[in-house]
T-cell receptor, first 112, second 111 residues
Framework: IAGITQAPTSQILAAGRRMTLRCTQDMRHNAMYWYRQDLGLGLRLIHYSNTAGTTGKGEVPDGYSVSRANTDDFPLTLASAVPSQTSVYFC???????????FGQGTRLTVV | SQQGEEDPQALSIQEGENATMNCSYKTSINNLQWYRQNSGRGLVHLILIRSNEREKHSGRLRVTLDTSKKSSSLLITASRAADTASYFCATAGGSNYKLTFGKGTLLTVNP
């Protein structure tokens, strides 16, 4: 079934640990995005990629890094997790940056 | 800062009534999109309206766009309890090759 998959679905992480959230899509979409969703703040863009091999910073990139080695995968890495990174993380993809986006089901991350 | 801002933040109506949500944005856009999110789930795309369009329909949804006022509205007619969800507008294009979202409107439709 075509779509976008995130892993893990939830995680409790000790502060200071490194963590990679995985995102894979099989729709051959060029653009991919990482958002975090916090109560009262809506969705905020962390990083994005317009096409394989390129990435860009969103509104809240500090403490996060991404890579786009191929079309399908767009992992998000927290190098040294802090409690303020506790959030629900959504990965999304779209055929191009201006078209309809498809979302994964999210990763609920708790940093303690 | 976020591009789109929805208004109101929360809306509670009775089944069968119409629900109207508004979105304002700050910079030029290529298109504006509306999404729906059920509690604990990912967002689902509802409708896209291009900057050269003024109105668009999809089933019980009607979207308008006023680029001179940098605003959009989403109307859900004859609402149902199953329409209860958060609704987000998102803007794309112009000089901003990113899809950015507002904070959303929480719609509650009471049976």
């Amino acid at each position: 079934i075509a779509g976008i998959t995130q892993a893990p679905t939830s995680q409790i992480l000790a502060a200071g640990r490194r963590m990679t959230l995985r995102c894979t899509q099989d729709m051959r979409h060029n653009a991919m995005y990482w958002y975090r969703q916090d109560l009262g703040l809506g969705l905020r863009l962390i990083h994005y990629s317009n096409t394989a091999g390129t990435t860009g910073k969103g509104e809240v990139p500090d403490g996060y890094s991404v890579s786009r080695a191929n079309t399908d995968d767009f992992p998000l890495t927290l190098a040294s997790a802090v409690p303020s990174q506790t959030s629900v993380y959504f990965c999304a993809s779209s055929r191009e940056t201006n078209t309809e986006a498809f979302f994964g089901q999210g990763t609920r991350l708790t940093v303690v | 800062s976020q591009q789109g801002e929805e208004d109101p933040q929360a809306l509670s109506i009775q089944e069968g009534e119409n629900a109207t949500m508004n979105c304002s944005y700050k910079t030029s856009i290529n298109n504006l999109q509306w999404y729906r999110q059920n509690s604990g789930r990912g967002l689902v795309h509802l409708i896209l309206i291009r900057s050269n369009e003024r109105e668009k329909h999809s089933g019980r949804l009607r979207v308008t766009l006023d680029t001179s006022k940098k605003s959009s509205s989403l109307l859900i007619t004859a609402s149902r309890a199953a329409d209860t969800a958060s609704y987000f507008c998102a803007t794309a294009g112009g000089s901003n090759y990113k899809l950015t979202f507002g904070k959303g409107t929480l719609l509650t439709v009471n049976p």
